[in-house]
C-alpha cells in the first residue's frame, strides 16, 4: 500500500510530471506561465519534470481531478516512463489522494504540500520554523488517514492506544495537541513582535513587497548594504529582516518580507500572521516586480490583491520595475522606463544598479512626507537651507 506523507524530494534525480485541469476559456499563453511556474517550484525543491498534462475541464473531477480518459492516459504513461512523483496544481482532497495514489502507484504531491516543503527547506529564524511546521500539521490533518504506512494495521495489546480508540483517532489527537502548542509558541513570539514594533512607532517604516523571485532581495542588500541571502529561486528568503538605514539623517527601517505567490496555501498566510504585520504596520510600500516576466501583469494584480486582503491597498506605494536589463527593446526605440516621471513608477536593475539613484531619490521623497507625519516640526534641510 502506499504511503501518504510530507515527501522529501531532496535528491536531485527524482523526476516528476506536472499536471494541471484549466477552464475551457482559459488561454494557452496563460496555461503555459503557470506550469512553467509550477516547474519552478519543483526544481527549487530540486526535482526534474519531465513532461506535464494538462485537461481542460469546468471544474476539477471530485474523485480523481482529472477526468477517466486523461486519468488512463497518465497511467499509461507513467508504465512505459517510470517517474517518482506526480504534482498536481491545485490542492488535492483526501479522497482525490487516496484515489490517485491507488491508480497512479507513484508518490502524489499538490501544489500546498509542495510550497510548505519549499518553505520548511527556506525556514531559517525560529518563528519562521515554527510558522511552517503549524502550517505542515495543519495541512496533514484531514489527510491522516494515508499519512503513514503504521496506519494499515492496527495492532491491538496493552499500551498501544486506549479502550475503544483507533490509532488514527490517537494520531488525530497528536496533531491537533501539537498544533496548540504551536499556536501558543507563536502567540509568545507574537507579543514579542508586537512589543518590539511599538518601539518602532517613532521611524519611518519601508517594506519591500511583490512576488516571489522578482529581485527583493537583491535590492534590499542594495538599499540597505546588507548582505542578506538572495538567489534565482522561489521563495529564496521566507523570513521578514528588518534592516535601519540612514539618508539625509533621516533614518528609517527597510524591511524585506515573504515573497506572495498565485495561489500561496491558506494555512502558509494565516501562519505567517506575525510577517504579514511587517507590511501592515509599514508607512510605504516598495512594490518590487519583475520587469522581464512575461506575466508581470498577472503577478502585480495577485499582489494587489494580497495586500487588499491585508488591507494594505491604500498606502503609499512606489511601484519598482526591476530587471529593465533583460528586456529587449525594437532598435531606434527609447525603452519605457527613459520615458518614465512619475515619482511613484520607477524602473531599475538591482543587479545592474541601473536607475537606483532615480529610486533613492523618489524614496526618499515619500520617506521625507511620512517622517514630517511622524515629527511635524521636523524641517526638510533643503528647504532650511533656501531660508
Not at 506550469?35 to 469546468?58: G, N, R
Not at 513570539?189 to 519601508?206: A, C, F, P
Not at 521563495?235 to 521578514?240: E, K
Amino acid at each position: 500500500m502506499i504511503e501518504r506523507k510530507l515527501y522529501d524530494t531532496t535528491n536531485p534525480q527524482e523526476k516528476a510530471i506536472l499536471v494541471a485541469v484549466t477552464p475551457k476559456q482559459q488561454a494557452e499563453r496563460l496555461t503555459n506561465e503557470y506550469l512553467d511556474e509550477l516547474a519552478f517550484l519543483c526544481t527549487t525543491a530540486k526535482a526534474l519534470v519531465v513532461k506535464h498534462f494538462v485537461q481542460k475541464l469546468e471544474r476539477p473531477d471530485n474523485g480523481t481531478y482529472v477526468g477517466k480518459g486523461k486519468l488512463e492516459e497518465i497511467v499509461a504513461w507513467i508504465a512505459e516512463n517510470p517517474i517518482d512523483l506526480v504534482v498536481f496544481d491545485d490542492d488535492l482532497s483526501p479522497a482525490q489522494v487516496r484515489n490517485l495514489e491507488a491508480e497512479l502507484k507513484v508518490k502524489i504531491l499538490d501544489r500546498s504540500l509542495l510550497i510548505l516543503y519549499i518553505f520548511s527547506m527556506r525556514a531559517q529564524t525560529a518563528q519562521s520554523k515554527i510558522q511552517v511546521e503549524l502550517a505542515q500539521y495543519q495541512y496533514m490533518l484531514p489527510r491522516l488517514t494515508r499519512l503513514w504506512s503504521h496506519l494499515t494495521k492496527q495492532r491491538g495489546g496493552i499500551g498501544n492506544r486506549g479502550p475503544g480508540e483507533k490509532e488514527l483517532e490517537t494520531d488525530r489527537r497528536i496533531v491537533k495537541d501539537r498544533i496548540s502548542i504551536l499556536k501558543d509558541k507563536l502567540e509568545t513570539i507574537d507579543k514579542q513582535s508586537i512589543t518590539r514594533r511599538k518601539n518602532r512607532e517613532k521611524i519611518v517604516r519601508v517594506a519591500l513587497v511583490g512576488y516571489t523571485n522578482v529581485g527583493k532581495s537583491t535590492l534590499m542588500n542594495l538599499l540597505s548594504k546588507s548582505d542578506i541571502f538572495a538567489e534565482n529561486k522561489l521563495f529564496a528568503t521566507v523570513d521578514a529582516t528588518v534592516r535601519k538605514v540612514v539618508w539625509e539623517q533621516i533614518p528609517f527601517l527597510l524591511t524585506d518580507t515573504v515573497g506572495f505567490i498565485r495561489k500561496l496555501p491558506t494555512h502558509l498566510i494565516e501562519s505567517f500572521k506575525s510577517t504579514l504585520d511587517e507590511i501592515r504596520e509599514a508607512d510605504i510600500l516598495l512594490h518590487v516586480v519583475d520587469y522581464s516576466h512575461q506575466a508581470h501583469d498577472n503577478q502585480i494584480e495577485t499582489v494587489n490583491q494580497v495586500l487588499a486582503d491585508l488591507k494594505c491597498s491604500e498606502k503609499s506605494t512606489v511601484l519598482v520595475y526591476n530587471k529593465i536589463d533583460l528586456v529587449l527593446h525594437e532598435e531606434g526605440e527609447r525603452p519605457l522606463w527613459e520615458n518614465q516621471e512619475h515619482l511613484k513608477t520607477v524602473f531599475i536593475s538591482a543587479e545592474k544598479r541601473i536607475n537606483i539613484d532615480t529610486l533613492r531619490s523618489n524614496l526618499l521623497s515619500e520617506i521625507k512626507i511620512a517622517h514630517k507625519q511622524i515629527f511635524p516640526n521636523w524641517l526638510d534641510p533643503e528647504i532650511f537651507e533656501g531660508q
